[in-house]
């Protein structure tokens, strides 16, 4: 039995991973379709749709009375969007370099999440009053950066560059609209079936060893639902679209850290607790201040800090193996 739980684990990140990539280019192509074009799609749209595996695992979670799974899920997706998706990017790459606004843009999103996650953490219960304190910073934050954008911030070419935009929206393969809405609520429903299966499993097999919840959502689901961010960051490198890739994952730990979290905290049934995750937590913050420093010094943006955070990385699953 337990060898079949494992199995369905697998799988069912794999599927998890793979239709949140889906569910991010069939978006793409229904924002096309329906004119939603630069700015928003690009820095908005993407990133929160990247994030709907980790949506997905706050609410299957939530309905198994596990939220702990969800708040490791978070904590460590925050890990590996920035140590290992952009560790990867930068790796690869070599020097990356951002506009001015651009990188400003990003080290505002995340310091707010930096000392979001440090209040989070410091508190370490928190009641549903905190999903609307954390809910209504993730939208005062949309809503500022949206006022100050620019013409010329994100443009569809760069949207096509990231997301290698599905052959639906082209030439004579180009689907009905209606047809885009319906692949995109299948991708969903896959997206969400796949997190309600694995998040199922992964509470029979923590039950079975005694392995903590938090161990389980900060390692196995930190990476399953980070893939959508990998694949994306990665399809931009043969198109040279950098900037935009890191943008959307940056931009994805910002939304964990508040409106996921948030999302969590305020329809648990308990309390939910980030006491265990404060350890954790300290590798969050260390690989947010990497970036950060790479941000405010854009000579530091290239292979030598992709390796740090790589680095960072493997000590951080070194650390979660140690007291799993």
Not at 93 to 118: H, N, P
């Amino acid at each position: 039995m337990i060898f079949i739980n494992i199995l369905i684990i697998i799988l069912g990140m794999f599927f998890l991973g793979v239709a949140g990539n889906m569910t991010v280019r069939y978006a793409s192509c229904v924002a096309k379709a329906y004119g939603v074009t630069t700015f928003f799609l690009g820095f908005v749209l993407l990133a929160i749709l990247a994030d709907i595996p980790e949506m997905a695992v706050a609410i299957t979670s939530s309905l198994n009375n596990a939220s702990e799974i969800s708040a490791g899920d978070l904590v460590g997706a925050g890990i590996a969007d920035i140590a290992l998706v952009v560790g990867l990017t930068l790796t690869w790459c070599g020097t990356i370099v951002l506009r001015d606004r651009e990188r400003y843009k990003l080290l505002i999103m995340l310091s707010i999440a930096c000392i979001f996650m440090s209040l989070i953490l410091w508190f370490g219960a928190l009641s549903p009053i905190w999903g609307v304190v954390l809910m209504g910073v993730y939208i005062i934050s949309l809503a500022v950066v949206w006022l100050f954008r620019k013409r010329g911030d994100v443009t569809t070419q760069d949207i096509s560059e990231i997301t290698h935009e599905c052959s639906y929206c082209n030439g004579e393969n180009k689907l009905s609209k209606l047809k885009l809405v319906l692949f995109l609520i299948i991708s969903l429903s896959f997206v969400m079936l796949s997190s309600y299966l694995t998040v199922n499993r992964a509470v029979a097999i923590a039950q079975r060893f005694a392995i903590s919840f938090e161990v389980i959502g900060a390692t196995i689901f930190a990476i399953g639902t980070t893939l959508p961010e990998l694949t994306l960051s990665l399809s931009s490198i043969p198109k040279r679209a950098y900037s935009l890739a890191i943008g959307v994952t940056l931009g994805t730990v910002l939304e964990q850290v508040t409106f996921i979290a948030g999302f969590l905290t305020l329809f648990s049934n308990k309390p939910v607790s980030f006491v265990n995750l404060r350890g954790t937590g300290l590798f969050f913050l260390a690989a947010n201040f990497l970036i950060m420093i790479g941000l405010a010094k854009k000579e530091l943006l290239g292979r030598a800090l992709g390796i740090c955070l790589l680095a960072l990385f493997v000590i951080y699953l070194v650390y979660q193996a140690g007291i799993g």
